[in-house]
């Protein structure tokens, strides 16, 4: 099965941080990929579109292949960006 990361970046507002906890299991509560996830809390420096780096130290680490992140700039707000990895390198 395919495990996925959860990463809030460096901006994520509340809006980002309430969908992340709703993706994110609680108790008994069936979320999006509830034995097969790892949600990260902190606050971290992910540029995606500049530098994929931070993703794919993680990747081989975590055995995943998938990430979601979550940030929001002033020109964007709320963003939500799903990652495809394959061979602990990002494809889309």
């Known amino acids: ?7 809030q970046g460096m901006h994520a507002g509340e809006n980002m941080n ?15 990929k509830r034995p097969n ?8 420096v992910v540029l995606l579109f500049e530098d994929a780096s ?10 995943t292949n998938m990430s979601m992140v979550g940030w929001s700039t002033r020109r964007r707000p709320h963003g939500m ?3 495809h ?3 602990y390198r990002v494809l889309e």
């Open 1 to 7: 099965p395919r495990t996925a990361i959860f990463v």
């Open 18 to 32: 309430a969908v992340m906890k709703d993706l994110v299991p609680v108790g008994a509560h069936m979320a999006l």
């Open 37 to 44: 996830m790892i949600s990260f809390t902190k606050k971290n």
């Open 54 to 63: 931070p993703l794919e130290f993680w990747s081989p680490k975590n055995e």
């Open 81 to 83: 960006t799903f990652v």
């Open 85 to 87: 990895m394959f061979d």
